[in-house]
Structures are given as structure tokens and as C-alpha cells.
């Protein structure tokens, strides 16, 4: 079975900390991808990054930086001295080869001024 | 601009109507996916079309039904609306590849009275 999990719903920072969204997923499948999108305030969905299942490298971008674990079936997100903009739902996704799309349950991000 | 273009994007209706949710995908993706997304819900998957064919089917109620015509545009009709259908319906599209993004439109707001 497909599953992704975002235990956090809710997370509240102040400005300039530092913040982890974490994401666990379930899959039997030897390739797969990993997705995060945000979904600002004004509501739509906007793609973040991608990670296919062979590679493992860590990746930065500015201030996010995202931790892929296959021994820990984890894809990680972490967001470097928060800014009020940061704030959003983010989701994580799973897709396999069968083309299905899996999506968490998304992680209320509220950076306080 | 995401490229995919979802019509209209609000919509306030009465209980027992119908309506129908338009969805042109971003040029040469041939898969269209359509999401529900209720007040504080995650994103429910509701259907997937592959170059004009049902490709996968998730939660989508009986009153509930879509299509994807030769020319790529998809349209989501949904009747006998309830309360509870009031949500933001998401269009996405992908081309066939696994390794591929889904790409969402600004999504279309239902509301019903």
C-alpha cells in the first residue's frame, strides 16, 4: 500500500527560526518520487521539489533544504530562518510507477512576525 | 501562471443544482487529474484521465462524473450538490513519464448554499 504521513498539523515559529516539516511514506515499490508543494494563503498549489527513489543526495535551495532517508522511509523539509511569506500548507507526495499521485495530509506552517 | 486554467473560479449554487468544472491542461500534458479539497482537508483524489481515457478512480461520489475530451480539456460535473460539496476542486495535469510533476490550477471554489 501507498501512504503518506505528515504527523504535524499544525506549526507555529517565530520569525527567522528555523523549521521541520517531516514526512514519512509507505511504498513497496523500488521506484517511486517524492514531491513537496506549498499552498499559500491565496490557495494555490505550487510545486517545490522532486526526489526520485535512486537518489539519496540532500538538496538545498536558498533557504529550504529537503533530507531524503530511504532507511527511514523519510523526505524532510527544512525551512532556514523563517519568514512570515513561508507561511502556507505544505504537502508531501508520493508517486509510483503506476502514475498514482499520493498526498499527506499537509502541515500548517504559520511564521509569526 | 501554472499553464493548466480552471473555470470559474467561484462558484456559489444551491443545493439539488448541477454545475461543471472546466480544466484545460498545460500544453502537451495528456493526463488530467482532478482533487477535492474541503475546509481543512487534505487533498482527496477524485479521478485521473489519460489522453481521453479514465486512467484511476479514487473517492469520487456516485453524483459525481468527468470527462476528458479529444482535445485534452477535462470537465467535472457534479449534481445533486450537498452542503458538504462545497470545497475547492483542483485540476493538475502531468504528462506520462514517472518522474514527472503534477501541475495545479488555481482551483475552482464551490460554494453551496
Known amino acids: 500500500a501507498q501512504k503518506v504521513t505528515q504527523a504535524q498539523t499544525e506549526i507555529s515559529v517565530v520569525e527567522k527560526e528555523d523549521v521541520t516539516l517531516d514526512c514519512v511514506y509507505e511504498t513497496r515499490d523500488t521506484t517511486y518520487y517524492l514531491f513537496w508543494y506549498k499552498q499559500p494563503p491565496s490557495g494555490e498549489l505550487v510545486f517545490l521539489i522532486r526526489r526520485n527513489s535512486f537518489d539519496e543526495q540532500n538538496e538545498i535551495s536558498g533557504r529550504y533544504s529537503w533530507n531524503f532517508q530511504k532507511s527511514t522511509s523519510s523526505f524532510n523539509f527544512t525551512i532556514t530562518a523563517s519568514q512570515v511569506v513561508d507561511s502556507a500548507v505544505y504537502f508531501c507526495a508520493l508517486r509510483h510507477t503506476g502514475n498514482q499521485f499520493y498526498f499527506g495530509t499537509g502541515t500548517s506552517l504559520t511564521v509569526i512576525p | 501562471d501554472s499553464g493548466v486554467t480552471q473555470t470559474p473560479k467561484h462558484l456559489i449554487t444551491a443545493t439539488g443544482q448541477r454545475v461543471t468544472l472546466r480544466c484545460s491542461p498545460r500544453?502537451?500534458?495528456?493526463?488530467v487529474y482532478w482533487y477535492q479539497q474541503s475546509l481543512d482537508q487534505g487533498l482527496q483524489f477524485l479521478i485521473q484521465?489519460?489522453?481521453?481515457?479514465?486512467?484511476a478512480k479514487g473517492n469520487i461520489l456516485e453524483r459525481f462524473s468527468a470527462q476528458q475530451f479529444p482535445d485534452l480539456h477535462s470537465e467535472l460535473n457534479l449534481s445533486s450538490l450537498e452542503l458538504g460539496d462545497s470545497a475547492l476542486y483542483f485540476c493538475a495535469s502531468s504528462v506520462p513519464s514517472g518522474a514527472n510533476v503534477l501541475t495545479f490550477g488555481a482551483g475552482s471554489r464551490l460554494t453551496v448554499l
Open positions: 484521465y489519460y489522453n481521453g481515457e479514465e486512467r
Open positions: 500544453s502537451g500534458d495528456l493526463s
